[in-house]
C-alpha cells in the first residue's frame, strides 16, 4: 500500500471512528462501500481496508453477504466492558496517585475545565470526547501509550453502549466527578481517588437501561 493510500484509509477510519464516539453514527446504521467511497472520494478497495481495521477494533461488524453495520453491543457485552473498565482504571488511578506531581494536576485540572465548558455551551460532540478522554489522559500522563491505547478502544465502545442504553443526560454528572477524582489526586489520597473512580464507573453504567430501544441514523447525514 502506498503513503497516499494508508493515508487516506487512515483518514476514513478516524472519520468513521469520530462519527460513532460522537453519536453521529448509530448503532446498527449500515456502512455502505459505494456511499463512503463516493464521500471520501476514495476507491471501494479503500473503504473496505478502513471498514476492516473498525471491525478489529470492534466499533463495526461484518457481515458476509450484508455489509457492515456500526456495532450495537448487547447488554452482556456493555456490563463486561465495564467490569474491565473498573478493573484497569482503579489500579490505574492508584498508580497515578502514587506518582503524582503538580504539573500532572494542573494538566488535569485544565482538562476538567473543557469538560465543564463544553456541558454549559451544551457542546455534545466535545463533552462526550473530553469526558471519554480524562481517562485516557490519566494514562497518557503516566507515560503508559499502551494502557492509553487499550483505553481508548475501551472509551470508544463505551460511546456506543451509552448512546445506546443511556435513560438521561449524565455529562454534568460526570463531569463534576472528575473535578472530585482530580481533587482527591491532588491531596495524594490514593484510596479515596480510588474509591471515587470506582463511584464514577458504577455510576455511569447504572445511568444505562438495558431495555430501551436501539436507535438508527442515516450515513449521508452523520457524514455531512
Not at 60 to 78: K, L, N, Q, T, Y
Not at 79 to 95: C, G, H, P, S, Y
Not at 149 to 162: F, K, V
Amino acid at each position: 500500500m502506498t503513503f497516499m493510500e494508508t493515508s487516506s484509509t487512515h483518514a476514513i477510519v478516524s472519520a468513521l471512528t469520530k462519527a460513532i464516539v460522537e453519536h453521529r453514527l448509530m448503532p446498527g446504521s449500515k456502512l455502505a462501500e459505494q456511499k463512503l467511497a463516493t464521500h471520501f472520494g476514495v476507491s471501494r478497495t479503500l473503504v473496505r481496508q478502513a471498514l476492516f481495521q473498525l471491525s478489529q477494533n470492534r466499533l463495526i461488524r461484518m457481515e458476509p453477504a450484508r455489509g457492515a453495520f456500526v456495532a450495537a453491543p448487547s447488554a452482556d457485552e456493555a456490563k463486561q466492558v465495564f467490569a474491565v473498565r473498573r478493573m484497569l482504571e482503579i489500579q490505574m488511578t492508584r498508580e497515578f496517585v502514587r506518582d503524582i506531581t503538580p504539573a500532572k494536576i494542573r494538566a488535569l485540572k485544565a482538562h476538567t475545565k473543557q469538560e465543564k465548558e463544553a456541558v454549559a455551551q451544551e457542546d455534545v460532540h466535545g463533552r462526550t470526547e473530553l469526558l471519554g478522554d480524562f481517562h485516557v489522559r490519566i494514562a497518557e500522563l503516566m507515560g503508559n501509550h499502551v494502557l492509553a491505547q487499550i483505553l481508548g478502544e475501551l472509551i470508544s465502545r463505551c460511546a456506543l453502549i451509552t448512546l445506546m442504553y443511556q435513560t438521561l443526560n449524565a455529562a454534568q454528572h460526570s463531569a463534576h466527578e472528575h473535578e472530585a477524582i482530580v481533587e482527591a489526586m491532588a491531596k495524594k489520597d490514593v484510596e479515596l481517588s480510588a474509591k471515587l473512580m470506582e463511584e464514577h464507573l458504577i455510576f455511569v453504567e447504572n445511568s444505562l437501561s438495558f431495555d430501551k430501544k436501539i436507535p438508527t441514523h442515516d450515513i449521508s447525514l452523520a457524514l455531512s
